[in-house]
């Protein structure tokens, strides 16, 4: 999208020892710096060590999943007050995996980004379609509708990201056709322009779903493709630069 700055986001998911995530840290921290912002996403544990081995250098810190609530009798939960606390700048929401493993509804992502906005996180919020919606027919309106129940008020004021990632295609080596994901980020952009008005217009929407340095020119050339997220090859700090370097 012309004049928005394209976003590389690694998403870490439950990988690493507190050895490797330094070493991979310190890997993307020292690449070149490109015509993209870069983000990376590590489990909980490893967000301070991996706060500390970025240091005020440009590539900023995100955690897959927040608390709906502030503080309170949550064992085992983490808030979006807490993550601020620690230099956590974007938390990723309602990823395919945690609306399947941890059954999150659209009304539990909505809740979830009201905290993040609440403390200044910027929220990134996952959506796609299964396979067998795809191939029904449904995937824009299965999207259209993860949009309309998952998107706070507040989320484009805030710079609020949308990550759209079709199930089918996370860690599986296989991608939409690039008429496919065009088609798809283009009814998301509308969605946005309807619900947001001009706001709508400048949000980051990225492409998710086994993007790898081979593939990625050509997916962030797309229109209103404006970054990706990315987890397999985000784990190997010359692939996710590679990939940045397309953006
Ligand atoms: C993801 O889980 O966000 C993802 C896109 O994974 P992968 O790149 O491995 O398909």
Redesign the pocket.
Known sequence: TPGVRPLIAG?W?MHGTLASVRELAAGVAAGQASGADLLVCPAFVHLSAVAETLGSGSVALGAQDCHANPKGAHTGDISAAMLADLGVRFVILG?S?RRADHAESDAVVLAKAEAALTSGLTPIVCVGESEAQRVSGEAEDVVAAQLAGSLPEGFAAAGGVVAY?PVW????GRTPTEADIAAMHARVRAELEQRFGAAGSTLRILY????KPGNAKAILALPHVDGA?????SLVAGDFLGIAAAA
Do not use: P
Request: net charge negative.
């Open positions: 998403n998911k990823h995996e990632e295609a996370i860690g599986t998710g779903g086994s993007v997220l990315v987890g397999g090859a």
